[in-house]
């Protein structure tokens, strides 16, 4: 099976652009999940989607927005960008169902967003 | 709420040298456990898992042992070699709001020279 694709990955932006980042899941997996990871923060969560819904969100403020299509691919969106938000961005698909936990997240190799 | 700990890096070994990389977790019920691996320039590899207590993960010649009593998920491998310098991360997941979040600790880098 092909893995997880992320496009592009490399992107330059500049402050209050805003700035739109794909994730191709593993093929039979419905769970997609974003992370980002910085130098002085680590590896956060973002949020997590199955089945075209959000179900989890971590601690980020509303610039932050991701949808998920009906084939599982899944977009981020940033919006006004900020300095801050300059990191790598990783995208994680699984196959558990709803209330089915513990299941391996499978990484693709992430989009490096630089802010100037 | 759910955390994990891992000891700071880097840690530099000489190649065939014996490797621990600690991790303790706190965390309500049962997590699953996960070592992951980041090699420079790209995303992050599952190494191993366990899912309940006193089960053991491998790959590669890399153990991890699910001790609840001490809370620990420490990462052993018996003979290190260059190829396995990268920054290695420990990680929980538990069931949150229905869906399935990792929470990672801080990552341990790990440089192996001849």
């Known amino acids: 099976k092909a893995g997880v694709t992320q496009t592009p990955r490399y992107l330059i932006k500049t402050r209050g652009q805003q700035v739109t980042l794909s994730c191709s899941p593993i093929?039979?997996?419905?769970?997609v999940s974003w992370y980002q990871q910085t130098p002085g923060q680590g590896l956060q969560f973002l949020f997590e989607?199955?089945?075209?819904?959000?179900?989890n969100k971590g601690n980020f403020p509303g610039r932050f927005s991701g949808r998920q299509f009906s084939n599982s691919r899944s977009e981020m969106n940033v919006s006004t960008l900020e300095l801050g938000d300059s990191a790598l961005y990783l995208c994680?698909?699984?196959?558990?169902?709803?209330?089915?936990?513990?299941?391996?997240?499978?990484f693709g190799p992430g989009t490096r967003l630089l802010v100037l | 709420g759910n955390s994990v700990t891992q000891m700071e890096g880097p840690v530099t070994l000489s190649e065939e040298a014996f490797l621990t990389i600690n991790c303790t977790y706190t965390?309500?019920?049962?997590?699953?456990l996960f070592w992951y691996v980041q090699y420079p320039g790209e995303g992050l590899q599952l190494l191993l898992k366990?899912?309940?207590?006193?089960d053991k993960g491998s790959n590669k010649g890399f153990e991890a042992t699910y001790r609840k009593e001490t809370t620990s998920f420490h990462l052993e491998k018996g003979s290190v070699q260059v190829s396995d310098s990268a920054v290695y991360f420990c990680?929980?997941?538990?069931?949150?709001?229905?869906?399935?979040?990792?929470?990672f600790g801080t990552g341990t880098q790990l440089k192996v020279e001849l």
């Open positions: 994680a698909s699984s196959s558990h169902r709803p209330g089915d936990w513990g299941e391996t997240q499978y």
């Open positions: 965390a309500t019920g049962y997590p699953s």
């Open positions: 989607y199955f089945s075209e819904t959000q179900r």
């Open positions: 990680a929980l997941s538990r069931l949150t709001g229905g869906g399935n979040k990792l929470t």
């Open positions: 366990a899912t309940k207590a006193d």
């Open positions: 093929s039979g997996h419905r769970s």
